[in-house]
């Protein structure tokens, strides 16, 4: 008799996937200081870790599109958890060993990206291959555990420092790196289905020639613009708008903004079977212009903190909800499909907060007229599912 396969634990290994791209992705930040003190490294290399980051992801969801396929998914996705694995412990140790400390920071730094950019690309497809029903649903809540993951991140740490201190932060990174280490094993024994038949997915160039890829190109960075402007600075505007310290800034900021952001993937994957995705994501798209407004515009300090806070609601569903989006209206995409997705995202994610802290520059510092000017990437999105809507059709359910 045939072995029933388990889907679960494929579901699983992808949620502690997402946990470790959180992890890759806000624990860094959090000893940027740490770095500067113990290091003597300035504040102008530090600057450096987060665009080596986020470009090694787009170097890599660029080129997951040519060999992940060859090389097959099992193997992809547990060197990327071997690779953040690693990343993590080579960042408590290498500093130390190598005669510029800074040199051994961006070695791990590397690594680790290498690992997230994988698993961008990797996880979604995987599930997405999966006999589940309601995929919607499905992957809004694997998306969640992104945001949960940068909670963990934010408040484990926090109570970690508070208690041990600061000093023992290498104790801290080699405890995270124990999650991909464990979840490598866990992607090498779960099922994984292939996303497309062989021969049947669309090459690059039919894929670069499709209107609709262009288009769902364009929502998708505007789904990762959408939530890297106000997730990256939201602690700065916490700081600036309500006068409080950095501490609480990022509890009261980037946290809230993450709960409230897992908090609306959890409930679109339980309601998504009632929902009509593409009205779901216009009403989200609409309601972060409020939330952008609201946070940029208004005089009462904690009126702003509440737009920032509900602004984590509102682009909850934008980055699953194209993945999903892109499933349904374009079947035979394939690997090719995600890993440019997932490069749109991350290109959004990447020049977004750039810009909002150059239009605040050129205004003399101010914040809010850069989060005023990041109304734009809603604006659009709502522009391109409305053009979605009437040229391409609706989602069949």
């Known amino acids: 008799m045939t072995k029933q396969k388990n889907y679960k634990q494929t579901l699983i290994a992808c949620y502690l996937g997402f946990v470790t ?26 600057a450096l870790i987060p665009l080596v980051f986020y470009l090694t992801q787009l170097l890599i969801d660029l080129a997951a599109a040519k060999f992940v396929d060859k090389i097959g998914y099992r193997t992809c996705v547990v060197s990327s958890q071997v ?24 070695i791990a730094v590397v690594l680790y ?50 208690v041990f201190g600061v000093a023992n932060w ?3 990174t080699l405890i995270f790196a124990l999650v991909p280490l464990y979840n490598a094993f866990n992607f ?12 049947k997915s669309m090459r690059t160039g039919q894929l670069l020639r499709l209107p609709l890829f262009w288009l769902l190109i364009l929502l998708m960075i505007c789904a990762g613009a959408s939530e890297a402007s106000m997730a990256q600075w939201a602690s700065a505007f916490t700081e600036s708008a309500m006068g409080v310290s950095k501490t609480v800034g990022d509890l009261a900021g980037p946290c809230l903004f993450a709960v409230f952001m897992g908090i609306s993937r959890i409930l679109y994957g339980k309601m998504s079977e009632k929902l009509d995705l593409t009205k779901t994501m216009l009403a989200c798209g609409v309601l972060c212009v409020i939330c952008y407004l609201t946070a940029s515009l208004a005089s009462v ?8 806070a509900l602004c984590g609601v509102s682009v909850g569903i934008m980055w699953p909800g194209t993945i999903s989006i892109s499933s349904q209206k374009c079947p035979r995409g394939g690997t090719a499909m995600f890993a440019f997705l997932a490069l749109a995202g991350d290109l959004g994610a990447t020049v977004s907060p750039a810009m909002v802290g150059g239009v605040s520059n050129m205004v003399g510092g101010n914040l809010k007229t850069g989060l005023f000017a990041a109304t734009a990437f809603p604006l659009i999105l709502i522009l391109g599912l409305v053009v979605l809507h009437r040229k391409f059709g609706r989602l069949s359910k």
């Open 21 to 46: 791209q959180a992890i890759s992705a806000n624990f860094t930040p959090l000893l940027f200081l740490t770095f500067k003190n113990a290091y003597g490294v300035g504040l102008e290399k530090i």
């Open 83 to 106: 690779l953040s694995a690693v990343g993590l412990v080579l960042m408590a140790i290498l500093p130390e060993l190598l005669p510029i400390p800074f040199a051994g920071i961006l």
């Open 113 to 162: 990206a290498m690992g997230s950019g994988l698993i961008e690309v990797l996880v979604s497809p995987i599930v997405e291959a999966c006999p589940f029903e309601n995929k919607d649903g499905v992957m809004s809540l694997l998306h969640s555990f992104y945001c949960w993951g940068a909670v963990g991140v934010i408040l484990g740490s926090t109570l970690f420092f508070s």
């Open 170 to 172: 290498k104790i801290l």
């Open 188 to 199: 090498i024994f779960c099922p994984i289905e292939r996303l497309v038949e062989d021969g």
């Open 301 to 308: 300090p904690i009126i702003g903190l509440a737009g920032c």
